[in-house]
């Protein structure tokens, strides 16, 4: 079992930037990939940035590319997510997720894992 918890998130304004962090504990020696998704309300959750185990292979929503990083420090078990030039309809619960053994990295059904997530506010 992986417990994973979300950190970072809070008010901010439009432009503005945040760090996202998500800690892993339990059984953190499996090889898992992750994965960052965020849900606002009344839509459903959507892919936002995905990396692999080794951290040589990420993934980003068009929507994303070029304002959003996703990193990991597997030494520290901890998997981040820096939100650059952020938009108001940005604001939504952001989950981290962990992938036991899919290929399946823009999908919800993808990933084994999640954290309780943390909100993310953007304000205009």
């Known amino acids: 079992q992986v417990q994973l918890v979300e950190s970072g998130g809070g008010l901010v304004q439009a432009g503005g930037s945040l760090r996202l962090s998500c800690a892993a504990s339990?059984?953190?020696?499996?090889?898992?990939?992750m994965g960052w998704f965020r849900q606002a309300p009344g839509k459903e959750r959507e892919f936002v940035a995905a990396i692999s185990w080794s951290g040589t292979s990420t993934y980003y929503a068009d929507s994303v590319k070029g304002r959003f990083t996703i990193s990991r420090d597997n030494a520290k078990n901890t998997v981040y997510l820096q939100m650059n030039s952020l938009k108001p309809e940005e604001t939504a619960v952001y989950y981290c997720?962990?992938?036991?053994?899919?290929?399946?990295?823009?999908?919800?059904?993808?990933?084994?894992?999640w954290g309780q997530g943390t909100q993310v506010t953007v304000s205009s």
């Open positions: 997720a962990a992938s036991a053994g899919s290929t399946r990295y823009f999908l919800v059904l993808g990933y084994d894992y």
């Open positions: 339990g059984r953190t020696s499996a090889r898992y990939d």
